[in-house]
């Protein structure tokens, strides 16, 4: 089979490397030249764990290979993928324009049939866009061919993006057509072998169960944080409260960790995509409005809790951050709650220096020279009036603390993401903020 990937990106290459791996013939193609040129010469756009080498491997074997031109690649495919960048329009909507023009492209270039799959998350209704753009184009060019669509959204994530690829828990399809049906069966079945499902169902069905999915992931994250803050005004400590409803098993361990809010390219997108999708239909998202906004204020969290510590007044002060990214094992800076933090401490007149073990290139770009970087975590600290954990790398969860204190002006810690022990550290001589904890 050959199957032509559009979009080059976190979901674009993953796909394009995992389905080359199991030994289909892949074609990624991008409109970014300079990331074909990179990846070409085995330079990733993106750092993404276990990529580097299973892109390596299937480029070097000729399954996997670039392109800037879908035009140049399209002839004989049996499924184009589109992979494109859905970001948060004016309105708060999806941008389609990304998708749209790919599709277009589609039906001014195929010469066979194949089933266009949109990959990218997208409202309910997108599919029949796509669809509507294709047959526009084949009628212009009298093709006696025709072109099925399906939508089979990604449950990726990045940081385990190649585990959750090749071992998902579900694989979702919205299809028409048993043709596409039939096809996507037989693309998927090497990632199936698991037991794990994967599920036919309509299209707009298929569409909605991606934002669906992240919104109630939003939901559990912007939940735990209003109780978190809640905790710590009733004098409860949400990390009991975490584990007591946590085994619960209608309730679930996963995604109740209080924290400085959910950033990230999807959630906050894709909640506020939902909402709008909802107004459009004359349906208020009552629940997910309120998520947002909850997320929204969680991500100065941290900055409330330097005031009370520091006063208003920042000007002088100066804040090592350990982590950057919007979550560990990801250089992805997009919508990060580090972004929200600095620029407020930087408003105030504050000085930040931060240390990210992956992100800091990708940080450049988002800050330039606004905050200071350190290439070590404890020369980070060097004069600083306090620490604040932002992500939770795994090389920040157990410190040498006797250097965190001979580093630091004060010993004063702000723990993001409560993987500190509040005790442990008042005996150690450190004042300790957490996250809903005591
Ligand atoms: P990205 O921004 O990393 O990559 C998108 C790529 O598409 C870019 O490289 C861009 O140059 C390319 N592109 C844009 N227009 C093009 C065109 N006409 N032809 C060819 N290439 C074009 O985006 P991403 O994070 O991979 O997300 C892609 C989609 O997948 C989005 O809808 C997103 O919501 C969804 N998604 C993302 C994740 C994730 O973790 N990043 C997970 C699941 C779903």
Redesign the pocket.
């Known amino acids: 089979m050959k199957v032509i990937i559009?979009?080059?990106?976190?979901?674009?290459l993953v796909t394009g490397a995992c389905l080359s791996d199991v030994g289909l013939n892949v074609i990624c193609?991008?409109?970014?030249h300079k990331?074909i040129e990179n990846l070409k010469s085995g330079i990733l756009?993106?750092y993404e764990p276990g990529l580097k080498n299973i892109v390596d491997r299937n480029f070097q074997s000729g399954r996997l290979s670039f392109s800037t031109s879908?035009k140049d690649v399209i002839a004989d495919s049996d499924f184009a993928f589109i992979?494109?960048?859905?970001p948060t329009g004016e309105d708060g909507s999806a941008d389609l324009k990304?998708v749209l023009?790919?599709a277009s492209?589609i039906g001014k270039y195929a010469s066979n049939y194949l089933v266009t799959v949109t990959?990218?998350?997208?409202p309910v209704g997108t599919a029949e866009k796509v669809e509507n753009i294709i047959d526009n184009q084949l009628k212009s060019r009298n093709i006696n061919f025709s072109i099925d669509v399906a939508s089979n959204?990604?449950?990726?994530?990045?940081g385990d993006?190649i585990d959750d690829f090749m071992k998902p828990d579900r694989i979702v399809c919205g299809v028409k057509s048993e043709k596409a049906k039939n096809l996507l069966s037989k693309l998927y079945q090497p990632f199936v072998l698991n037991g794990h499902p994967l599920i036919f169902m309509d299209i707009p069905s298929a569409e909605m169960t991606?934002y669906a999915a992240n919104a109630m992931l939003a939901t559990k994250i912007s939940f735990i944080n209003d109780i978190a803050n809640l905790c710590e005004l009733t004098g409860a400590d949400v990390s009991n409260v975490r584990k007591g409803i946590g085994s619960d098993s209608r309730i679930g361990k996963s995604f109740i960790y209080p924290g400085i809010g959910y950033g990230?390219?999807?959630f906050p997108?894709?909640v506020k995509a939902l909402v709008k999708s909802g107004e459009e239909f004359g349906h208020k998202l009552r629940i997910l409005e309120a998520v947002e906004d909850v997320n929204n204020e969680q991500k100065s969290i941290l900055v409330k809790k330097i005031i009370q510590e520091f006063g208003e007044d920042l000007a002088n002060r100066s804040f090592t951050f350990w982590g950057l990214s919007f979550k560990p094992e990801t250089d992805?800076m997009r919508e990060a709650p580090s972004i929200v933090i600095a620029n407020e401490l930087l408003r105030r007149g504050a000085k930040v220096i931060a240390y990210d073990p992956i992100a800091i290139a990708e940080a450049k770009t988002v800050f330039g020279d606004r905050i200071a970087y350190s290439n070590s975590a404890y020369t980070a600290l060097k004069n600083s009036d306090a620490l604040l954990l932002i992500t939770e790398w795994r090389e920040f969860r157990s410190p040498d603390w006797s250097k965190v204190k001979s580093g630091l002006k004060n010993s004063i810690i702000f723990d993001g993401r409560n993987i500190y022990d509040r005790s442990d550290l008042k005996s150690k001589g450190f004042t300790y903020y957490g996250i809903g904890t005591k």
């Open positions: 559009v979009g080059t990106g976190y979901v674009g193609v991008d409109t970014d990331k756009p993106i879908l992979a494109v960048g859905t990304y023009s790919v492209e990959k990218s998350t997208v959204p990604e449950f990726l994530k990045e993006a991606k990230g390219s999807c997108k894709d992805d």
